[in-house]
């Protein structure tokens, strides 16, 4: 099957408009290449230092660089349920390594907050800003130059694009993603949700909501939701950057530990001591990327990658935006319902053909670039087969079979819809992503007047006092990242639920984000340009119509045009300060559009590549 010609035009628009960005990129990995901090380069007291704490019997290897010596970055926690596993991955991954004639040193921790614990919590507002530090700390880890592989361990919400965006920088290193998998499944998404709104309506206590969240979220592993955490396995799978089949093998299980061992010694096969190295830069290319935002439309993944996919393609001198995620949109079907698009867990996902069948399924329709360089031997086609283990315990890949399930995954010529889970809107209130795939027909387009708010607190005690007994389009904004960080929402969904549930039109139209299980709610978020900066979101009054709707992508305020225009936009400040806030105030002073990806440092980076006199970046461009 040849490759779907808008796929193909949107992949030749990126190239276009990266041109200079990616010369730059690949210049600066070539020289890194050539002469960036290694071993070799080390003093003897540099080298000294680095084994002190070393092994013994690691130690001769390491001093004389005899093999690769892999950096593990790690975002190892035990209050984060899906990085709590993490706890003796280095050990493991170093007697893995030693299989095969390496070594293996935990280069740095990164930070892994959890949106989960923050939501709705001052702490939210560190959340996006957080993904700039853990960017840092990976460099930071990666500069000592001992290495020659990468291995990633990290899997919730900012986390894996802060290391993708960290480890890019030092793109002359092979690279791979190890996750930990999901928890079993516990209380199905969908009563958790009910018994949310119940609260909500006072018609349940704070003990029964408890009894309800400990009875989803009861063990070590991933949440089993299709939020933004899962969607990180799935576009790293759709990268080529882990083993193929890895995302949501279960925790703590034989077949989950077959496949790390088997990525390790894969991982040692293309490090650069290898005959075949394979750079990360080698793989996250343009096509890469594009591949990527495909499997977000396919699958109904989470609107934060409307985010995070620009950032992360942005350390790779890549830039794209909402159009291009858009034009795609269009054309990629969606394939995989799973919560909150459907009813399944990733563990039933799992289990009827998961991302194999996905891949297989899109790669056969001609959706995914073939000739991209992947981690696993054979390129993306690997990505198509299953792990299992045999009868002698040995890891094996067979090819992928249809779904078992056709109300969980379709094959590409019976989709749930015909075109992906995420739209752009756009009109007079700005740009926005719509998380279509989780919103039922008769909700794609609300008509209906504004009520404007400043906080998420506001929204909730106006539902309260039955302020909201109406249709109406809640606009909550002061919520971007020049703002206040660009916190998710998301406790706004059950009050608004409630709502949706007495028969009322209900949306929100918001400059913040949602969830990835953001749910039944219609939504424009990460509308841009934000508030605080003067966009026409600022502008909107109570009583203004507003019209949004995912089928014809409109944004817009129903309002004359001229007194549109001459409205002034309403002042917006945010409260910044306490719990920390105060420290990431030149984040928030930096940061670039939600489109552009939000990241303050990837801003400066730019700037300053941009500006840099004698580098290795400037003979490229002469």
């Keep these: 099957m040849s490759l779907n010609s808008v796929v193909e035009s949107v992949t030749a628009r990126i190239i ?56 593990i970055i790690t975002a190892y926690n035990d209050m984060v349920s899906a990085h709590q596993p993490y706890r003796h991955y280095p050990e493991q991954i170093k007697i893995f390594a030693r299989e095969v004639g390496a070594t293996a040193q935990v280069a740095a921790g990164v930070p ?48 894996v694009p802060g290391l993708l965006m ?27 949700v009910h018994v949310r709104e119940l609260y909500v309506e006072g018609k349940v206590g704070r003990e ?65 001591k290898s005959e075949t190295p394979l750079p990360l830069y080698e793989i996250v290319d343009e096509k890469a990327i594009v591949n990527a935002a495909v499997g977000l439309m396919a699958t109904g993944g989470s609107t934060n990658h409307t985010i995070h996919l620009p ?46 069948t996905v891949i297989r399924e899109l790669n056969e329709a001609g959706f995914l670039h073939r000739d991209v360089k992947t981690l696993a031997k054979g390129g993306i086609d690997s990505y198509g087969k299953r792990a299992s283990l045999n ?61 404007v708010f400043d906080t998420q607190e506001a929204v909730k005690e106006a539902q309260h006092n039955g302020e909201l007994d109406k249709d109406v389009v809640v606009v909550v904004r002061g919520q971007g990242p020049r703002a206040n960080g660009m916190p998710e929402l998301h406790a706004l969904i059950p009050p608004l639920g409630v709502q949706m549930a007495k028969g009322y039109k209900v949306a929100l139209v918001t400059d913040g984000r949602l969830s990835g299980a953001s749910g039944k709610v219609p939504a424009a978020v990460h509308v841009g340009p934000e508030a605080k900066v003067g966009g026409p979101i600022a502008k909107v009054r109570d009583g203004d119509m507003i019209r949004l709707c995912a089928l014809t992508g409109q944004l817009e305020v129903l309002i004359d045009e001229k007194i549109w225009n001459e409205r002034e936009a309403a002042h917006i400040s945010a ?5 920390g806030r105060e420290l990431f105030a030149i984040s928030r002073h930096l940061a670039p559009p939600a489109e ?17 006199g004698n580098n290795p970046m400037k003979e490229t461009e002469q």
């Excluded at 003897?44 to 084994?51: F, K, T, Y």
């Excluded at 190890?178 to 209380?187: E, Q, R």
């Excluded at 269009?330 to 194999?356: E, T």
């Design 208 to 272: 029964k909501l408890m009894e309800a969240e400990c009875a989803s979220y009861h063990g070590a592993g991933t949440c089993t939701f299709y939020g933004t955490a899962n969607t990180n396995q799935m576009m790293a799978e759709f990268l080529g950057l882990m083993m193929p089949d890895a995302s949501f093998i279960r925790v703590n299980t034989p077949l989950r530990q077959a496949v790390t061992q088997a990525g390790v010694h894969r991982l040692v096969e293309v490090g650069l």
């Design 16 to 71: 276009e408009r990266s041109k200079l960005s990616r010369r730059r990129y690949l210049a600066l990995m070539e020289c890194n290449k050539a002469q960036g901090v290694s071993r070799p380069h080390l003093t003897c007291s540099n080298l000294a230092h680095a084994v002190a704490a070393a092994r013994p019997s690691d130690k001769d290897g390491l001093m004389k660089a005899q093999g690769p010596n892999i950096g």
């Design 112 to 159: 892994a907050m959890c949106d989960g614990v923050t939501q709705g919590q001052a702490g939210m507002d560190l959340s996006v800003f957080s993904r700039d530090a853990i960017a840092q700390s990976t460099a930071i880890g990666l500069s000592h130059g001992m290495f020659e592989a990468v291995a990633l361990l990290g899997i919730c919400d900012k986390i």
């Design 391 to 451: 009868d002698k315990n040995e890891l094996v890949y067979t090819l992928s079979q249809s779904s078992q399930d056709d109300e969980v995954i379709r094959d590409i010529a019976d989709p749930f819809h015909k075109s992906g889970g995420i739209k752009l809107v756009k009109g007079n209130l700005g740009r926005g992503v719509y998380k279509a795939s989780a919103i039922s027909d008769d909700n794609l387009t609300i008509e209906a007047p504004a009520r």
């Design 596 to 612: 552009e990806g939000a990241s303050a440092v990837l801003y400066m980076m730019d700037r300053e590549l941009e500006t840099l």
């Design 311 to 356: 950032a992360v393609a942005r350390a790779a001198g890549i830039i794209i935006d909402w159009e291009d995620l858009s034009r795609l949109s269009d054309v990629v079907p969606m394939i995989a319902k799973i919560y909150p698009s459907g009813p399944a867990d990733v563990n039933k996902f799992n289990a009827v053909g998961g991302l194999p």
């Design 166 to 192: 960290g480890a890019l920088r030092f793109g002359h290193l092979p690279t791979m993603l190890i996750p930990a998998g999901p928890m079993s499944s516990g209380l199905p998404n969908k009563e958790k």
């Design 575 to 579: 409260e910044v300060a306490g719990t």
